[in-house]
């Protein structure tokens, strides 16, 4: 099971973390509109603050997704939503990214599902078009109550490099239904997961113990039965995320370099 790590906090903190347990890295700081609007400035001053271990790891991007909307109604804001997103998309480029993770942004109740599924597969298809056999793209479940409108898109676009990214504590704060449930309808679709925890109440991204989703058990679930799919930890406090590191080598789900 490939394994990365959300980078939520600075450089200087989470680099030791990289080249002590055989981890990837998922970069963040490129979902922000304002670095995006100084992509290349940032770009190189994060690619000398990363060179000990740039062409040595992993690394996975989260996209832009602040107000974007793919399945907007209005024509002028899937225009931005696209520029922001192709942004996103240079970035995995020029970082030698295996990966990036987009929003699917649904939010309940703004949209039928029919109107959404239309208009987000019309954007999707259009934004793919020459892409999807470079960097994966996965998208990822944020409020939504239910798994059948990314089943659906996914299934629309029908490339296996175009997939979806569960986010368990999304799941457990924001869904009607279980994780399992998730799993179940998704299936092979799910090609990349973000694994943290929290009570149910609110999306906390906690350590992975510090919650009522059992990540252990699931990560040996996809350990066993998912072997194509990868994981990271998005845990926002940096020592709740060296705690979580520890649980999964005690467990066999990580080892150190």
Sequence with gaps: MEIYISQLDETKKVLPIIKEYNVGLEVVQFASPFILDN??????????????????????????????????????????????????YDVARDLKSKKIVYHNSYTPNTYTHTEWIKNSTEFWRDFTQNKLDDIE????????K??????????????????????????????????????????????HMHIHNNYGEKDTHSGIDKGNIDIIELLQNVNQNMKDTSVSLEVLDINQLLESLEILEKYNLVKKR
């Design 39 to 88: 992509k290349q400035m940032y770009l190189s001053s994060y690619k000398e603050e990363i060179k000990d271990v740039l062409d040595k790891i992993n690394i996975s991007i989260h996209g832009p997704y602040a107000d974007l909307i793919p399945g907007a109604r209005d024509k002028e804001i899937r225009k931005v939503t696209k520029k922001r997103l192709e942004q996103g």
């Design 137 to 144: 793209i996965h998208i990822e479940n944020t409020m939504e």
């Design 146 to 191: 239910d798994c059948f409108l990314i089943k659906e898109l996914v299934e629309q676009i029908n490339n296996p490099n175009f997939s979806v990214c569960l986010d368990v504590g999304h799941v457990n704060t924001f869904s009607d239904i279980s994780i399992n449930k998730w799993i179940d309808v998704l299936g092979s679709d799910i090609k």
